[in-house]
């Protein structure tokens, strides 16, 4: 690891605004199914969920910044997957042991195949939802080392065209997007151990299907006040970007909607590896750190403050927040039940992202205590 250096100031930001965004996806994710849903709600849950969908590409790039900004010395391998381990697994085991515990209750430990089913739950991420992400991710800081060896080679290769293979990356991953089957269906066949699986029952936490967003990141992270300049020069044009492809979802979305014989709404254009997904998250992960860095220019204080809060606690707070939001949508609803979807849809949202962080602070807290005590 390179000599300490400056704090990239907008991180938490970006943090606290991808936080809150899985937390928005996760409370339109329980609203959408709700019985007699009007068209009019429909349609706004949807821009809700385009607004948030952000969130797993741009932690993705995050850590893609952070670790090609923080490791330009070089990385011993041991040191830093124990890091990682401590930072990362330490967090998520008891975590993962509460979701599953919850998941099958006594018959964990009442036979053979019930301790397999648990340890399968815990190793997958199966035990709640949203613990795919943390299986998925914790790959990328598996391969980190080999990655960044392959990432600075393609730069010195590249030379002054490293922009130009960065846009023909995109695009190349956008072509994928539509036409990955083909390697699925080879790695499946090859009945790879583990591997195969990530192709198939386990695609959606395969790293694979994700790296670009992470490649993003490491060019953010090796050309950092270059890139930043590059984002400030264009924020208009990236913000403008990132509405229409906004609106283009939304007409999408909405034009797949069943009006006959009753009203049906369905949100599967917005699953992540699709080519149309896979140009709508690279545009919003730019206009994410653009209107980061104009946040934390312009924005109140106070204001900057709470979500800098949110980004700081947003590991453990994502990994608490599926339990949280059963309590939040539990009390939105029993507090507002005549309300609308909507109404009560960011009413659980902001219990939900107060929970959460609240939560997250007093572990750390507690943490802090029981670390004090023993020293």
Known sequence: MSPRKPVIEEIDYLRGFAFLAVVMQHVVGHYAFEPKLQ????VLLGILLLLAKFAVPL?????????????????????????????????????AVLYAFIVMGGSAFSSWEGLQKFGRLLFTGEASYHLWYIVMTFQLYLLFPFLRKAVLWLDRRAGRSGAALLVFGGLLYVWYAGHHS?????????????????????????????LYYFVLGAAAGLYLPRWKEWI?????????????????LLYRIV????????LVMRYNDTFLVQPHMAVFLIVSVLAM????????????????????????????????????LQAAVWAADLTAP?????????????LCAAGSVGAAMLLRRAAQAWQKRRA
Request: aromatic share 18%; net charge positive; no cysteine.
């Open 59 to 95: 932690f993705i790039f995050i850590t893609g910044l952070v670790l090609f900004y923080n490791y330009d010395w070089g990385v011993a391998y041991g040191p830093f997957l124990r890091k990682r381990s401590r930072d990362i697994l330490l967090p998520y085991l008891p975590w």
């Open 255 to 262: 034009s797949h909607f069943e009006l006959h014989p009753e």
């Open 182 to 210: 083909l390697v699925d269906e080879t790695m499946i066949g090859l009945r790879i151990p583990v591997l195969s699986d990530l192709f198939g029952e386990y695609r959606d936490r395969n790293s694979w299907y994700f």
């Open 39 to 42: 068209l009019a709600d429909g």
């Open 289 to 324: 750190h653009a209107m980061s860095i104009r946040f934390g220019n312009l924005a109140p204080a106070r204001l900057k403050r709470l979500i800098k809060q949110a980004g700081s606690y947003s590991y453990t707070a994502y990994l608490a927040h599926a339990l949280v």
């Open 338 to 350: 005549a309300a609308s979807v909507i109404v009560r849809s960011v009413l659980s949202f902001l």
């Open 232 to 248: 400030v020069r264009w924020h208009y044009v990236i913000i403008a970007a990132y509405a229409a492809v906004n609106l283009y």
